[in-house]
């Protein structure tokens, strides 16, 4: 098939990660895939990428404006984004015969969906986050057309795959049949994993020859409350430890003062932001890999890397984390919010060399056996094809909506 992925964000950064996953699927198995974004971005050379340093002018662009808009007005070019779109993927439709769109979803974006009806093509929305969860931005001031525009495009998708069971209580909700709906986790690239990647080069680096290393990736903002993490190592005082913090952000310098005044300098090393594929390195020389916080809705990309990479995960027990981490099995859950739980998590781990490789090896085997972007890619081709009904036949269906 012929595929246009459309997506409105950077196409950087962890959503970079996930657009790249599976777009390579989708290619893997002998279709094409052409991208439409406002950057003209193609995440499978830019995931991974720092959103908060420069690239080229038009990404610094839409960089700068997500962080300095003031909100209502952000919304408000985030309606007229459906004009843009709407011209841009007309053109688009018009070079090349598309059998499928799949796109990323974004608040008041619904224009996709009008145009897939009319075209006759296909639709497929992918939702992370919707109207009235937890985010790093505010909820919108226009929300009651935010949620409108959403029935919108979602009444209108052929399926609807979203990253968690909360996501998919909400979209029901909305009207959607929940035959129409597929719940995918994240997941990571098979064949990056393939081999375990190889740590030795980044303890060299940072001088932490064999030093147990507890380690965190990701953006250092404030969603992810990296001072927790912080707090647990400077009272782990009586275990020789070192925290290896991957990432950068606009927390850095105040995560370095905390580290000064709990007395932990020497201890925090801070990585930057590193390569994707670097990542891999810097996880391997993890013995320990940390989620501080998440929620009832996120299914964190780093996970699955971690696990990938075979290293025992500490991460809080929320739905989507327990849907791929079993408490003592691949890996150590605590109580969300809960630093003593926290605490004891991270003791048992730090602790314990045998739980950790026991954990860590389960925890390989389990994300390579069910958690690849291909086989995610997979299941949505299969999805689209249910009771026999193929994507021609799908066309067919539409072909008296305008």
């Known amino acids: 098939m012929n595929i246009l992925y459309h997506f409105r964000t950077q196409g950087r950064g962890a959503e970079g990660v996930h657009i790249a996953g599976i777009a390579r699927a989708f290619a893997e198995r002998g279709h094409v895939v052409d991208f439409s974004s406002p950057t003209g971005a193609d995440p499978r050379r830019t995931c991974g990428a ?11 662009r839409w960089s700068w404006l997500a962080r300095h808009c003031p909100d209502t007005a952000f ?11 709407l011209v841009r993927n007309s053109r688009l439709l018009k070079r090349r015969r598309y059998d499928l769109i799949y796109e990323r979803h974004a608040f008041f974006l619904c224009v996709t969906a009008w145009l897939a009806r009319r075209r006759r093509i296909p639709l497929v929305v992918e939702i992370n986050e919707l109207v009235g969860d937890e ?6 001031t226009f929300r009651r057309l935010a949620e409108r525009c959403d029935r919108f495009c979602l009444h209108r998708a052929d399926l609807v795959t979203v ?4 996501l998919q ?50 953006w250092l903002v404030p969603w992810h409350r990296l001072e927790d993490l912080l707090e647990a190592v ?28 709990r007395g932990i300098a020497a201890r925090v090393h801070f990585a930057g932001a ?33 696990m990938g990479q ?32 926290f605490r004891d998590g991270l003791t048992r781990l730090v602790s314990e060399p045998e739980t950790r490789r026991r954990l860590g090896e389960q925890a390989r085997t389990d994300v390579l056996a069910k958690h690849t972007w291909d086989q995610n890619a997979v299941r949505i081709l299969e999805r689209l094809q249910l009771d026999g009904r193929s994507c021609a036949e799908t066309q067919q269906r539409n072909s008296g909506v305008r």
Request: glycine share 8%.
């Open 274 to 306: 590193v390569s994707h594929e670097s990542v891999r390195e810097h996880i391997a020389a993890m013995d320990v890999a940390v989620i501080p916080h998440s929620n009832e809705y996120r299914s964190p990309i780093k996970l699955f890397e971690y």
């Open 169 to 218: 209580r909400r979209v029901v909700a909305l009207g959607v049949p929940v035959e129409r709906t597929l719940v995918l986790p994240n997941a990571v690239a098979a064949a990056d994993y393939a081999q375990p990647a190889d740590g030795r080069g980044v303890r060299r680096k940072y001088g932490l020859g064999d030093a147990l290393i507890v380690g965190f990736v990701g």
């Open 50 to 60: 720092d959103p908060f340093a420069g690239a080229d002018r038009r990404t610094r």
């Open 234 to 261: 400077a009272l782990a005082a009586d275990h020789d430890l070192r925290l290896l913090i991957v990432g950068n952000g606009p927390l850095r310098a105040d995560l370095e003062s905390l580290a000064a005044a």
């Open 310 to 341: 075979g290293k025992a995960v500490l991460a809080p027990h929320t739905e989507p984390i327990a849907m791929v981490v079993r408490h003592g099995d691949n890996g150590v859950l605590f109580d969300p919010g809960d630093m003593s739980s």
């Open 135 to 140: 985010r790093v931005r505010r909820q919108p």
């Open 75 to 85: 919304e408000l070019l985030e309606m007229g984004y459906n004009v843009t779109s």
């Open 163 to 166: 990253v968690s069971p909360h």
